[in-house]
């Protein structure tokens, strides 16, 4: 039986999460939407997800091409104004702590917003890449995406003239070949490996839970709703938001 029925709705027991957690050699976690979701970040998925409010071509990397501006004004609209004052929550704040103690050895996340760093996590590995900063189409020159930037349309390189785009991986883009290969070789290193706040239907990065179960590491799942993982590969299984669990889960640590 997943999680030894020793967490679910009624009785969670955060000290043995802890001590979990604290007698790893090597952990590593594993972000989706629903961490983000707390700090207030819309999600992608799902009901009332923003791509079925707003569609998703407009971050498709064959329209972008083609329609740069019309792609810019919808990104702003979708990605850039919802996130402009969101901060870290206390779950992006505990794994960062776990960091700085040398028991969480890496964050693996599918989110692009940044906050796993603006909570102090030095060793992050974004596998979708990230909003907060803009690439060359042409020259490959990179910028921090600042108003100046967001209120050109669409923004062009101060180095060659081409048109920037958003550093994160559009529909049709390969995920980029350093974080995936990371995350991949630190997901196999791993003795723990916690999933928490994705449903596991994004690939190829859902199969990067699956490597760690095969390498022996111990899953655990921190969700408010059981995901793809759930009943497969997960010991553990915290039935909890994130931001509610770290928050028990540091009074052990």
Known sequence: ????????????????????????????????????????????????????KHGSQFAEISYFVK?????????????YDPITDVKPNKAHIVLANLEKMGIMRSIITQNIDNLHQDAGSKIVYELHGTAK?????????????????????????????????????????QLPALDFNSSIEDSQKSDLFIIIGTGGEVMPAAQIPHLAKRANAKIMEINPEP???????????????????????EKYL
């Open 1 to 52: 039986l997943f999680a030894l029925l020793l967490y679910n709705n009624y009785m969670i027991d955060y000290k043995l999460i802890a001590k979990t957690i604290k007698e790893s050699k090597y952990a590593v976690a594993f972000t989706g939407a629903g961490i983000s979701v707390e700090s207030g970040v819309p999600p992608f998925r799902g009901e009332n997800g923003l791509w079925e």
């Open 67 to 79: 329609h740069p501006k019309e792609s810019w004004g919808s990104l702003k609209k979708v990605f």
């Open 133 to 173: 900063y803009a690439v060359c189409m042409k020259c490959k020159s990179r910028y921090k995406i600042n108003k100046d930037i967001l209120d050109m349309n669409p923004p062009s390189c101060e180095k060659c003239g081409s048109v920037l785009k958003p550093d994160f991986v559009f529909f049709g883009e």
């Open 227 to 249: 995901s793809s993982f759930t009943n497969y590969i997960v010991d553990i299984y915290v039935q909890e938001k994130a931001g509610i669990a770290f928050t028990e889960i």
